[in-house]
């Protein structure tokens, strides 16, 4: 190798100078941190890697509890989800998600084109809550399963640990969340890190929204998102803005990581969340898919997880105003930005009918296929010239309930991709529904109590017309234009299209011999309000008063 020339004094004293000169330029350019890999925080705003705004708009799926419930992913990206927040255990409360388990629900997150914000729940409550464990306990956890999240970073936000303090200790909050993410940091995570708020989440004591400044400026790559749960304590439209806008003004990150419509602290005020955060282009996760107990099981947004039974809550959020349905748009990392996927399925085969009953029909057809994946079927009824969707599914099969006995349908059906495009209507299917038997064993009254500018109220009443008491309850019936259950009491009622399906409450599942119950409920409408002519009980047809 040619020895290199050593300089000479003069030259080596120039550069000297011209060094000095540099340096503090140099020092000037240099960055105080790398650019996270994937999501990352500029302004206040959470950007993807492409730079793409992105804000979320999805729900909370308790997996650590229902571990055979991962195909849940895919129903709620076709309800129009861009985010799921799944639940996890360390292992301390819990059973323990290991390694290959987050793996494998990254890859479902990735599969159905979600983002996927991972949480440890073992924290919830710590200082009150009996073997609640600590941030630091939470941040091991990650380490653990880390080889898991490496290269995921434009896939999957780590929220640290779930609610992370109750009402006792919590001032320890800012010091011990400024802890766990630099444990994470110098670990080598490269995340942008989702942080809780103490007091379970909701901050009534504002320690999250008075020292979020300094726990951001404690994180080395400046990639920290706050979540602020929203229950009983934000029941006023004045408090969601008031705490929210503060976020806002200073430029700080916040999303709303859980809420509900409604709450054992209190009456959360769901239309102000959803409202809020859609002026302010802030994200929110619902809590939660499907599987509440103890008490609080109004919290499901789907019965027993069936996609096709969206309770009240569920059909608030994900259909009503503010909605994830109207508000939702997909990562870019998923290619459906601007100039990303605009090509829709094919269209899904012929219908074919099955099981046709006076008020019922299964119906099945060939998958549709698309580039990118189909996310969900919209099954439409056709009706002089005119849709409206009677069933939403992931799958390729439906049974569509409450139909008109005697009476001819018309069916088709059309593919969803996660990109939101919809592909052609499929070919018609025409059935005809039995006339039923002359004997029925339940009555039903249906009539409008009440009306006004776009709503309504009304009135079911079942008359047990048969020889036996009926313990526990299940009615069904579709209503002929676009009117829209927004609370019921008597019942818990779920609709997916024109189809609703209500199950007894406590206080009205036993109808003796002879006897009757009455259940009331409000609705919207944007014009006529025909009543439904045919509804079914317990899967046996009704007559109608």
């Given at each position: 190798m040619r020895p290199r020339t050593p300089a000479s004094p003069r030259t080596a004293g120039l550069l000297a100078v011209l060094l000095g000169l540099l340096l503090p330029f140099l020092a000037l350019t240099t960055p105080a941190h790398a650019a996270p890999p994937g999501f990352r925080v500029e302004n206040g705003r959470l950007l993807e890697a492409s730079g793409n705004d992105f804000v979320m708009r999805g729900v909370n799926h308790a997996h650590t509890w229902y571990a055979d419930r991962l195909g849940?992913?895919?129903?709620?990206?076709?309800?129009g989800a861009n985010t799921v927040r799944v639940v996890l255990s360390s292992g301390d409360r819990w059973t323990r998600n290991d390694t290959a388990d987050v793996a494998g629900v990254v890859a479902q997150c990735k599969q159905n084109r979600l983002i996927c914000v991972l949480e440890?729940?073992?924290?919830?409550g710590y200082g009150e809550q009996s073997g609640a464990v600590t941030l630091s306990r939470a941040a091991d956890y990650w380490i653990s399963v880390q080889s898991a999240l490496a290269g995921q970073e434009d896939h999957v936000i780590v929220n640290i640990g779930n609610e992370p303090y109750g009402n006792t200790g919590y001032t320890a909050w800012t010091a011990d969340t400024k802890a766990a993410i630099q444990k994470l940091r110098n670990a080598g995570f490269d995340h942008t890190i989702m942080v809780d708020a103490p007091n379970w989440g909701q901050d009534w004591a504002f320690t999250m929204r008075d020292n979020a400044a300094s726990v951001f400026a404690a994180d080395p790559d400046a990639n920290t998102v706050f979540s602020i749960h929203m229950y009983g304590v934000f029941d006023t439209a004045a408090e969601i803005s008031d705490y929210l806008g503060r976020f806002v003004s200073a430029k700080l990150p916040i999303v709303v990581g859980e809420f509900g419509h409604n709450h054992s602290d209190g009456d959360p005020d769901e239309d102000t969340i959803l409202a809020v955060t859609r002026q302010l282009g802030l994200g929110y996760l619902g809590w939660s898919w499907s599987g509440n107990g103890g008490g609080v099981e109004y919290l499901d947004m789907v019965t027993n997880f069936d996609p096709n039974q969206l309770t009240g809550w569920g059909e608030r959020i994900f259909n009503g105003a503010d909605g994830i349905a109207a508000t939702s748009e997909e990562a870019a990392v998923y290619g459906s930005g601007s100039g990303g996927d605009t090509t829709p399925p094919t269209a899904p085969g012929a219908p074919s009918a099955s099981a046709v009953t006076s008020s019922s029909v299964t119906l099945a057809w060939g998958a549709a296929t698309d580039a990118n994946g189909v996310t969900g079927y919209d099954v439409v009824r056709i009706a002089g010239g005119a849709e409206s969707t009677v069933v939403t599914t992931a799958g390729t099969t439906a049974t569509v309930t409450g139909l008109t006995p005697a009476?001819?349908?018309?069916f088709a059906v059309y593919a969803r991709d996660a990109a939101g495009n919809r592909s052609q209507r499929s070919a018609t299917v025409t059935v005809t529904t039995s006339s039923g038997g002359t004997?029925?064993?339940?009555?039903?009254?249906?009539?409008?109590?009440?009306?006004?500018?776009?709503?309504?109220?009304?009135e079911v009443t079942v008359r047990n017309t048969g020889g036996s008491a009926v313990n526990g309850w299940t009615l069904r019936w579709t209503f002929p234009a676009d009117q829209r259950i927004t609370h019921m009491w008597g019942g818990t009622p779920t609709q997916s299209g024109s189809a609703v399906s209500v199950v007894s409450a406590s206080y009205t599942a036993s109808i003796p011999a002879s006897g009757s119950v009455s259940l009331g409920f409000t609705a919207s409408r944007t014009g006529a309000n025909p009543g439904p002519t045919a509804f079914s009980l317990n899967g046996a047809d009704c007559s109608v008063a």
């Open positions: 849940s992913l895919a129903h709620i990206k076709a309800k440890v729940h073992d924290t919830t009476t001819s349908h018309t004997t029925r064993a339940c009555e039903i009254g249906y009539r409008v109590t009440g009306e006004w500018p776009g709503g309504f109220q009304g």
